[in-house]
C-alpha cells in the first residue's frame, strides 16, 4: 500500500482541479496546499475539527497535536474519495450568533 503524503503536500495547478489519483500517476511534485479549520472543545475536553471546504470532513482528538495529525489524514482520505482539490475558499472569519430560546 502507498504511504500517503501529508495534507501539506497536495497539488492543485492554478485555478484547475487535479486528481490526487492521477498526480501520483504522473509522479508530478506536489505543492503545498492549505484548507481552513474549524476547532471547538466540548465539556469532556474532546476536540472536534471541521474543514468547510470539504463537505463532511471532520474528525476529533484528546489533544490538539493528534487532532491535527487527523485531520491531514481526513483531508487527504476526503480527497482520495472524492478526487478533486476543491478551488480556493478565501476565509473570512468566524462568529458567534445569540438566539432567544
Not at 29 to 41: D, G
Request: hydrophobic share 40%; aromatic share 4%; glycine share 4%.
Amino acid at each position: 500500500m502507498d504511504k500517503i503524503p501529508s495534507a501539506d503536500l497536495i497539488h492543485a495547478h492554478g485555478s484547475a482541479r487535479m486528481s490526487i489519483v492521477t498526480m501520483r500517476k504522473k509522479k508530478e511534485k506536489p505543492v503545498r496546499t492549505k484548507f481552513n479549520v474549524v476547532i471547538e472543545r466540548d465539556k469532556d475536553g474532546v476536540y472536534y475539527g471541521v474543514v468547510p471546504e470539504l463537505p463532511g470532513c471532520h474528525t476529533q482528538a484528546r489533544s490538539l497535536d493528534e487532532l491535527q495529525k487527523r485531520l491531514k489524514e481526513a483531508i487527504l482520505l476526503y480527497l482520495e474519495v472524492v478526487k478533486d482539490i476543491p478551488e480556493d475558499h478565501h476565509f473570512i472569519g468566524i462568529q458567534q450568533i445569540e438566539v432567544t430560546l
